[in-house]
């Protein structure tokens, strides 16, 4: 494993260098596979030990790299020893990369792999919490919140899979003007019965005709108003009224969520921390940080200087209270129930400003653990449309994405014969819909192209998972020759060498991605092993080998799909083993 060569190269640092062997595991790096060239397996910047101090600065770079790789003795571990321009270059012995990369596997502990690494020490492990998806009740689910969705979905499942207790949190949008608009508009144009049939559209249709209807009806805005005074008062029908609705979207999106393989642990919303926002009002009032701006409104000055030149309003002039004074209050709410040790908010970056003067507001308010609250913005989507128009709900995409690629395998020569081509087609549609999301940068904006998300060549959704499918039936097709001990010897050629190397990486892939989380990184990365296991597929055979080689073959094999599938499900992917 990447960890027994790590320790055992910073081990050698550490006695030649006089320090303990924990200052270079994290300055160590897996050397990046490139083609199938002949590389080192680790590399060790000198720059790196010249900022902690362990070198010193004053030197020439060049000079002391060569000195040190000079110092640095070979052992039955490291059998190469290189200086390159201010870097050292480690190989380790072949044979021994072998066994120790592939004798984990095939002991029932292949999940495992990468997750035990002495890198992730420094991880602070304990409670996080992640909201994340958070659509409004009657208003469409857009772009954005498929995208707040799946990428929360990412971050919770890569803090689990790294040992935190994680807490799934959708905060719905179910409070506001927009449900008085919504109870006023349902006694004039909803039906019942459409309800039953169908929720989402139903609420979506009725909230669009009613808030055509207050454009130019003053007694419909005045119907609006009363309704939601009913709600903030608490009066029976309404609140009735109210939660029917809530209760029916909840259970419409558990079954959309459900096709995307995301779950909540809690279900929470606006309407959860109404009463206590106006406590967070009086508490903000009594330390003497609210303040009356000219329009009567209450304010929260956090201008550097104190001079009002920036302001929050927490508070309307009538008195009600707003979406950050209820994003306030549930903050508070959250860490007095929780206990949480962090708070991820995953949400478009519009909401920048948002969450920067929330996390303000609240260290002002004397509430230092604001410090491990955290805001992932992403961008926008464009372009993202059905054959049918413009997007309105999720389903839509999800029904799109399976009905286009049942046609691409129906077409295909290499489908196999599926039992549910269906839900094949589903999961790898939601693939290809993940891997186009997490290719770059999540605050970049992207366009959004069908065509090119849903080829099987290049680097797709659609291609790890023919990938994993692929090694599945080979595994399949061979299982006479899986073996309990295999021969390290019959692996050495470059194309089985460069795998190992790659795999190399894994645990380094899953340490960056919780530092910045982003899913780009171990998205490439399993791009990458599928590229390399193509080849591989294409000059190992496993049939026809014999016995020995069939054994030691079939576990490299293995070993790629378990880490394939492993860096799936941290994605939020299902791999499939048949398409």
């Given at each position: 494993?990447?960890?027994?060569?790590?320790?055992?190269?910073?081990?050698?640092?550490?006695?030649?260098?006089?320090?303990?062997?924990?200052?270079?595991?994290?300055?160590?790096?897996?050397?990046?596979?490139?083609?199938?060239?002949?590389?080192?397996?680790?590399?060790?910047?000198?720059?790196?030990?010249?900022?902690?101090?362990?070198?010193?600065?004053?030197?020439?770079?060049?000079?002391?790299?060569?000195?040190?790789?000079?110092?640095?003795?070979?052992?039955?571990?490291?059998?190469?020893?290189?200086?390159?321009?201010?870097?050292?270059?480690?190989?380790?012995?072949?044979?021994?990369?072998?066994?120790?990369?592939?004798?984990?596997?095939?002991?029932?502990?292949?999940?495992?792999?990468?997750?035990?690494?002495?890198?992730?020490?420094?991880?602070?492990?304990?409670?996080?919490?992640?909201?994340?998806?958070?659509?409004?009740?009657?208003?469409?689910?857009?772009?954005?919140?498929?995208?707040?969705?799946?990428?929360?979905?990412?971050?919770?499942?890569?803090?689990?899979?790294?040992?935190?207790?994680?807490?799934?949190?959708?905060?719905?949008?179910?409070?506001?003007?927009?449900?008085?608009?919504?109870?006023?508009?349902?006694?004039?144009?909803?039906?019942?019965?459409?309800?039953?049939?169908?929720?989402?559209?139903?609420?979506?249709?009725?909230?669009?005709?009613?808030?055509?209807?207050?454009?130019?009806?003053?007694?419909?805005?005045?119907?609006?108003?009363?309704?939601?005074?009913?709600?903030?008062?608490?009066?029976?029908?309404?609140?009735?009224?109210?939660?029917?609705?809530?209760?029916?979207?909840?259970?419409?999106?558990?079954?959309?969520?459900?096709?995307?393989?995301?779950?909540?642990?809690?279900?929470?919303?606006?309407?959860?921390?109404?009463?206590?926002?106006?406590?967070?009002?009086?508490?903000?009032?009594?330390?003497?940080?609210?303040?009356?701006?000219?329009?009567?409104?209450?304010?929260?000055?956090?201008?550097?200087?104190?001079?009002?030149?920036?302001?929050?309003?927490?508070?309307?002039?009538?008195?009600?209270?707003?979406?950050?004074?209820?994003?306030?209050?549930?903050?508070?709410?959250?860490?007095?129930?929780?206990?949480?040790?962090?708070?991820?908010?995953?949400?478009?970056?519009?909401?920048?400003?948002?969450?920067?003067?929330?996390?303000?507001?609240?260290?002002?308010?004397?509430?230092?653990?604001?410090?491990?609250?955290?805001?992932?913005?992403?961008?926008?989507?464009?372009?993202?449309?059905?054959?049918?128009?413009?997007?309105?709900?999720?389903?839509?995409?999800?029904?799109?994405?399976?009905?286009?690629?049942?046609?691409?395998?129906?077409?295909?020569?290499?489908?196999?014969?599926?039992?549910?081509?269906?839900?094949?087609?589903?999961?790898?549609?939601?693939?290809?819909?993940?891997?186009?999301?997490?290719?770059?940068?999540?605050?970049?904006?992207?366009?959004?192209?069908?065509?090119?998300?849903?080829?099987?060549?290049?680097?797709?959704?659609?291609?790890?998972?023919?990938?994993?499918?692929?090694?599945?039936?080979?595994?399949?097709?061979?299982?006479?020759?899986?073996?309990?001990?295999?021969?390290?010897?019959?692996?050495?050629?470059?194309?089985?060498?460069?795998?190992?190397?790659?795999?190399?990486?894994?645990?380094?892939?899953?340490?960056?991605?919780?530092?910045?989380?982003?899913?780009?990184?171990?998205?490439?990365?399993?791009?990458?092993?599928?590229?390399?296991?193509?080849?591989?597929?294409?000059?190992?055979?496993?049939?026809?080998?014999?016995?020995?080689?069939?054994?030691?073959?079939?576990?490299?094999?293995?070993?790629?799909?378990?880490?394939?599938?492993?860096?799936?499900?941290?994605?939020?992917?299902?791999?499939?083993d048949k398409m």
């Amino acid at each position: 494993m990447a960890c027994f060569f790590r320790r055992s190269i910073a081990a050698k640092l550490g006695r030649t260098l006089q320090q303990s062997e924990d200052a270079f595991i994290t300055a160590l790096s897996a050397v990046p596979v490139f083609k199938k060239q002949q590389s080192a397996d680790f590399k060790l910047p000198i720059g790196t030990l010249r900022i902690s101090g362990i070198l010193p600065s004053n030197v020439d770079i060049q000079q002391q790299t060569e000195t040190l790789a000079n110092q640095l003795e070979q052992d039955s571990v490291v059998e190469e020893i290189s200086a390159g321009p201010g870097v050292i270059h480690f190989k380790v012995n072949r044979k021994l990369l072998v066994q120790k990369m592939l004798e984990l596997f095939g002991k029932d502990e292949d999940d495992k792999f990468g997750l035990n690494s002495e890198l992730f020490n420094s991880l602070k492990r304990g409670t996080t919490l992640v909201e994340y998806s958070s659509p409004n009740i009657a208003k469409k689910f857009h772009a954005g919140h498929l995208r707040s969705t799946i990428i929360g979905n990412f971050i919770a499942n890569l803090k689990q899979s790294l040992g935190h207790d994680v807490i799934r949190m959708n905060y719905l949008g179910d409070w506001g003007m927009q449900f008085g608009l919504l109870g006023a508009g349902f006694s004039q144009f909803g039906c019942q019965e459409k309800l039953k049939q169908n929720p989402l559209q139903h609420l979506f249709e009725v909230y669009v005709q009613v808030n055509k209807e207050a454009e130019h009806n003053e007694d419909m805005k005045q119907a609006a108003r009363d309704f939601f005074r009913q709600l903030e008062q608490h009066e029976g029908e309404a609140v009735s009224l109210w939660q029917q609705f809530r209760e029916i979207t909840v259970v419409e999106y558990q079954r959309v969520y459900k096709r995307l393989g995301v779950h909540f642990d809690v279900y929470s919303g606006e309407s959860f921390h109404q009463d206590r926002a106006q406590e967070v009002v009086q508490q903000l009032q009594n330390q003497g940080l609210l303040k009356t701006s000219k329009r009567g409104t209450g304010v929260v000055d956090l201008s550097p200087a104190g001079d009002m030149s920036s302001v929050c309003t927490v508070l309307r002039s009538d008195g009600t209270t707003l979406y950050i004074t209820r994003d306030l209050a549930a903050a508070i709410d959250r860490k007095e129930k929780y206990h949480f040790n962090e708070m991820i908010y995953v949400t478009d970056k519009s909401q920048a400003n948002h969450f920067s003067q929330l996390f303000q507001i609240l260290l002002s308010a004397g509430h230092s653990w604001a410090d491990s609250c955290q805001h992932v913005p992403f961008g926008l989507v464009r372009g993202m449309k059905t054959r049918s128009g413009e997007v309105v709900f999720l389903e839509d995409v999800l029904d799109e994405a399976r009905s286009r690629m049942l046609h691409n395998m129906s077409r295909s020569t290499t489908t196999k014969e599926l039992e549910n081509p269906e839900d094949t087609a589903e999961k790898v549609g939601i693939s290809a819909l993940i891997v186009q999301d997490f290719k770059g940068p999540l605050q970049s904006d992207y366009s959004f192209d069908w065509e090119r998300m849903l080829q099987a060549q290049g680097d797709t959704g659609v291609f790890l998972q023919y990938t994993h499918a692929r090694l599945c039936s080979l595994i399949r097709r061979n299982e006479e020759a899986q073996a309990a001990i295999f021969d390290p010897s019959l692996l050495l050629e470059q194309t089985s060498v460069s795998i190992l190397q790659h795999l190399l990486r894994y645990d380094e892939v899953l340490f960056q991605s919780v530092q910045d989380l982003q899913p780009k990184h171990l998205v490439n990365f399993l791009l990458k092993l599928s590229h390399l296991v193509a080849s591989a597929h294409r000059e190992l055979p496993v049939k026809g080998s014999h016995q020995d080689v069939a054994q030691a073959r079939l576990r490299l094999f293995s070993a790629a799909c378990s880490v394939l599938a492993n860096g799936m499900r941290i994605l939020g992917i299902t791999p499939v083993d048949k398409m």
